[in-house]
């Protein structure tokens, strides 16, 4: 039985020598079959295979037709009775790579007519694009405390702090990447309370997000990030650079 990794490689090789009807294929297969293989495989199927995917469809674009096909049926199912978190994240996550947010702004809004309770469980997935689409009056509606969020959010972050502080330095990227993420969460939700002119609110959870960083190393890096976004990759490249150099 072929495995995930090995298929992925193969599309990545196909797209390289120019054979994209056999890339396709192969990121059909990943994307319809890789879960029932190896179930673990999740993660890289919403990210690093969605970006390869998009790569291939700038080239070839029968993939992105085919990319939005299956995000289309999938939106039919979940507007037709088969609504979950999952579902909607393999939706939100395809809209993302296509560059199609509004579209998954517009689902959010049909399922939320349809069934508020699946709506709800899926508005943290949904809050990226509402935000982008500035419907800020909807996105208020499910960030019903804001000071419980970034409660929520801190905890995540610093439950994997602590829990990464004991691995090797290998685990770095790891904690990068919830670093990352706490602040896109927060941004998020500050963006939410400024687009309904609740600045003060916004001052103060702002504050909240980072009096609740228990790491004196991770707040600083936060009150940068916060700030001035992207600054934490900025530098780390700058500091690779001049590794590079000495």
Known sequence: MQQPNEVFERARQAREEGRF????????????????????????????ALRDWIYLAE???AARTALQAIRDRESARMLGGGATVERFREIASINEALGEVPAT????????AVDASVAEQCAELAMNALVKCEDFQLARRFLASPE????????????????LASQPASAAPTLLAFVLN???????????????????????????????????????????????????????AKQQEQDGDA
């Open 21 to 48: 009807q056999d890339a396709l294929k192969d990121h059909l297969w990943l994307h319809e079959h890789a879960l029932d293989v190896s179930p673990e495989w999740n993660g890289v199927r919403l990210s690093f």
């Open 59 to 61: 080239q070839f674009p």
């Open 105 to 112: 702004h517009q689902l959010f809004l049909a399922l939320d």
């Open 148 to 163: 419980q969020r970034i409660a929520q959010l801190a905890e995540r972050l610093n439950g994997a702090a602590e829990a």
């Open 182 to 236: 706490y602040a896109k969460e927060v941004r998020l939700v500050l963006a939410v309370l400024r687009g309904m002119d609740e600045n003060d609110e916004a001052d103060n959870m702002k504050k909240a997000a980072l009096e609740q960083i228990r790491s004196d190393g991770l707040r600083a890096i936060m009150q940068r990030e916060l700030d001035n976004p992207g600054s934490t990759l900025a530098a780390m």
